[in-house]
């Protein structure tokens, strides 16, 4: 799992490359809550060059947008039909603010 | 089926319910009327008589009507519809219903003509025949192994054969014009009513078939014995018939009842035998006991087994009719895919205290709960990380991740549940592309749920 990131003020705009599962989530967590506690209330994840998210995943985003409420949002771009699949028929996607590209997750 | 053809259908079972009825009476009242003015010829009734002839005008109208139709039916080429009533076979329409005696005495006249058409009176009896084709058609359509038909049925041989019984005994006396040693001479009852001689026959043919025989009215005469003879050996005869439909009748009481609790019974002896704690035992017992209350005994798939899907579809809709609103995807399903969703779920009914699914577990499709509450578990835990209920379902991620199972759904009462098998779920998500947009809405519904058990570490 290679994570990159790119500051934008407030936000923080973060890109999973790779499978995030069991053995990666470890590693994406603590870049988020770095991230969190540095004081990004915005956390823009880019899912563009995931292939793969597990439940493990899904903890790991669902722990990030609870630490960001009530003032900080956490959204979701890029994902792939199959991700956003899982996303969806889970109910999730209600609970993460999903886009289809970054300048949409932006305005959004 | 659509609406209209389901309302077509019950019209037309009522309305051919109805007049099975209506033809078997008749057919009943002429058989009565027929023999009971053959015998009291000489003291006409007026009612009996018009009673009679209206009955012949529905016969004739009725076969009038039938020809009417099977010629229509030739023409056009189609198919006569089964189970229409007719009041009696096609070979015999005409005989029963034609008044062969009012035809005679018209052409022919005078005293040999009465008497000829004294006896073409009786053809009406053939009438009989569709009696018990009736009865049988009543059977077959609509109480099978009924009870109370069957002892229609034999009230109705029972008091026909009484009948007829009591017409002829009446006749051997008055056929020879009351001979001073007949029995109705010395019981003295020459010239009384109609009504009182019929019951003083009746009551002789009573005590006779029914083997009591008081002795207060006996034979006197040859004719008189040898009829005597008769009535005893018919009466026998009836009596073991009677005899028989009531032990049959209390053997088929109940047939699926009986059915049921001796399969119970047979895996009872089979856990007894092989030494089952008693405990589970009794979860055993329960188990059934539930299954006959709530089911009857039949779990809905393997009664479902012969019929055609279009068939089936209808009947499980009426069945789970208190089931389905409960469960979200059938709540936002259209009908295509609802119909779909209703031949694939595998219907469970899982005790209290057992396991839906168990923690580890590889998915296994998606399951509903119906009704009944459940708790999820974990094995590092006592503490219940969720409750479930009627309308929440669960199995969908493990099942799009490929995961194992977080954790075990435990029910906390009878649970009644339906399981989508993974195999029917990846079917019907190939072909109804619907099925996300409905599995999505009825997802949205218990995100918050999922989330917290999620977060907790647990998929199901």
Not at chain 1, 59 to 68: E, G, N, S, V
């Amino acid at each position: 799992m290679n994570i990159t990131s790119e500051t934008n003020g407030e936000a923080v705009v973060v890109r999973l490359e790779g499978s995030l599962d069991t053995t990666t989530a470890p590693t994406v967590q603590e870049a988020l809550d770095g991230f969190v506690e540095e004081g990004h209330s915005l956390v823009i994840i880019d899912f563009g060059p995931t292939d793969f998210v597990s439940s493990a995943g899904l903890r790991i985003l669902l722990a990030t947008a609870k630490k960001l409420r009530p003032s900080g949002e956490l959204k979701l771009f890029g994902l792939n039909p199959s991700v956003l699949e899982v996303f969806e028929m889970s109910g999730f996607s209600t609970i993460f603010a999903i886009f289809d590209d970054e300048a949409a997750a932006f305005a959004g | 089926m659509t609406a209209d053809a389901e309302a077509n259908v019950r019209l037309r079972s009522r309305r051919t319910f109805l007049e099975e009825n209506i033809w078997i009476t008749l057919g009943l009242l002429t058989a009565f009327l027929v023999t009971f003015e053959f015998a009291f010829v000489h003291a006409p009734q007026l009612g009996t008589s018009i009673l009679l002839y209206s009955v012949d005008l529905a016969f004739l109208i009725s076969a009038w009507r039938r020809r009417q139709e099977n010629q229509g039916v030739e023409t056009s080429g189609q198919a006569v519809a089964d189970g229409s009533a007719r009041p009696f076979g096609s070979a015999f329409s005409w005989l029963g219903s034609i008044p062969f005696d009012i035809v005679f005495l018209g052409v022919v006249g005078g005293p040999w003509g009465i008497s000829v058409a004294l006896w073409l009176r009786l053809l009406r009896l053939v009438r009989l025949g569709g009696v018990f084709g009736g009865l049988r058609r009543l059977e077959r359509h609509w109480f099978t192994n009924s009870a109370a038909l069957r002892i229609g049925r034999l009230l109705i041989v029972v008091a026909l054969v009484l009948h007829l019984l009591t017409c002829i005994w009446y006749l051997t006396a008055y056929a020879n014009d009351f001979p001073t040693d007949s029995w109705l001479t010395i019981e003295g009852a020459v010239g009384q009513s109609t009504g009182d001689v019929y019951l003083l026959s009746l009551y002789w043919v009573v005590t006779t078939t029914t083997t009591v025989g008081f002795g207060d009215i006996v034979p006197n005469n040859t004719q008189e014995y040898m009829f005597a003879l008769f009535v005893m050996i018919i009466g026998a005869s009836l009596f073991a018939y009677v005899i028989a439909t009531s032990a049959s009748l209390v053997s088929a009481l109940n047939l699926s009842k009986v059915a049921f609790w001796n399969r119970v019974e047979t895996v009872e002896s089979y856990l007894r035998s092989r030494r089952v704690s008693d405990d589970v035992n009794i979860e055993v017992r329960s188990y059934y006991e539930y299954l006959w209350d709530r089911h009857r005994g039949i779990g809905e798939h393997s009664l479902l087994g012969d019929l055609p899907p279009s068939l089936r579809v209808d009947v499980l809709s009426e069945l789970l009719r208190d089931l389905l609103p409960n469960v979200p995807l059938f709540r936002y399903a259209p009908d295509a895919l609802r119909n779909e969703l209703l031949v694939s779920l595998e219907p469970l009914v899982i005790p209290p205290d057992n396991y839906v699914v168990r923690e580890g577990e590889v998915a296994d499709g998606i399951y509903f709960i119906a009704a009944g509450s459940a708790d999820v578990i974990t094995s590092d835990s006592l503490e219940t990380k969720a409750h479930l209920g009627a309308g929440d379902y669960f199995g969908d991620l493990t099942l799009m991740l490929g995961e194992r199972r977080g954790g075990s759904v435990r029910a906390n009462e009878f649970v009644e549940a339906f399981r989508l098998k993974a195999s029917d779920f990846e079917r019907i998500r190939g072909s109804y592309p619907e099925l996300r947009e409905v599995l999505t809405k009825a997802a949205n519904e218990k995100s918050e749920s999922v989330a917290h058990l999620v977060l907790e570490g647990i998929i199901l």
